[in-house]
């Protein structure tokens, strides 16, 4: 059985007593998650806000699209609680939404690291005088937990545009130092992150696949192109040949495809413009 509420800026989705609807396969584990359909850019503020509402109607997980307006170091996983009250650091208050909401966040951001002097260090960033030997600048998915600890990074291994503006290109040396494994388990689900563009790389694909990974939280900010090239059409695609649950978040200014989609199925799936600016009192006549 499957329950749905649907809203133009969010996809709220519960799988119960089923075999094909966020189940994992594996584990026969069902967990509820959300999807944010924003603009381009979205704040701290707006994760913060997003998962509140996330929360009130029972989500587990809530994911972003990619580009969120961070950009800054954030820590290395561990089990320290993040949450400082009455902080305005974008770590700090999205730690707290996620242990005030009991709530997973995935959300992604530039995470600048300083360089290690014998880590590749011919892809050090040099000039910036917070990192006085330099920086690597990573496009990243992070996930903050309900004791409002960093779980997990995910560094982009196949960049795009962002290659031209100072994004560095991570090695699998560089994830390591870093710690950025990518995978977690939650909930009783082995999960797998990937943005945008690594859709596209069948090694992170099929490296998820050996690992009996079958839940991929996917940020995106991909636009669409032909009417065979959408991002519902790829992420369909992708699912079917792994064998995944796909739970992704589009930026609502080019991109289509948030959504989940299972074993070649579109389970549930919106594209609205009209929430760009996002604004929750604008965009959630919800149905069920």
Request: net charge negative; hydrophobic share 40%.
């Amino acid at each position: 059985m499957l329950a749905a509420v649907y809203s133009s800026s969010f996809i709220w989705f519960v799988a119960l007593n089923s075999n094909f609807v966020l189940v994992n396969a594996r584990e026969q584990t069902t967990y509820l998650a959300a999807t944010a359909q924003v603009g381009s850019n979205y704040s701290p503020e707006t994760i913060v806000f997003v998962a509140q509402n996330a929360a009130d109607i029972g989500a587990q997980i809530v994911v972003f699209p990619e580009n969120a307006d961070i950009n800054q170091r954030y820590p290395s996983p561990s089990d320290e609680d993040l949450c400082v009250r009455d902080s305005t650091d974008p770590v700090n208050l999205v730690a707290c939404a996620s242990k005030d909401n009991n709530i997973y966040i995935v959300h992604t951001l530039a995470d600048s690291q300083p360089c290690a002097p014998t880590i590749e260090p011919g892809l050090c960033f040099k000039g910036n005088s917070a990192y006085p030997d330099g920086y690597y600048s990573f496009t990243a998915s992070v996930v903050f937990g309900p004791e409002g600890n960093l779980i997990t990074k995910y560094y982009k291994n196949n960049l795009f545009t962002e290659a031209m503006l100072g994004a560095t290109q991570p090695t699998q040396k560089l994830s390591e130092h870093f710690n950025a494994t990518g995978t977690f388990v939650a909930l009783g689900v082995e999960f797998g992150l990937a943005i945008c563009n690594d859709m596209n790389d069948r090694k992170l694909l099929q490296k998820y696949a050996d690992l009996n990974i079958e839940d991929i939280l996917y940020s995106n900010s991909w636009e669409n192109s032909q009417s065979q090239q959408t991002m519902e059409s790829i992420l369909t695609g992708i699912s079917h040949t792994y064998g995944l649950n796909v739970v992704a978040a589009s930026t609502s200014d080019g991109g289509s495809g948030s959504g989940v989609y299972s074993n070649g199925e579109i389970l549930i799936s919106v594209f609205d413009t009209s929430c760009v600016n996002f604004n929750f009192e604008e965009c959630s006549d919800a149905f069920t």
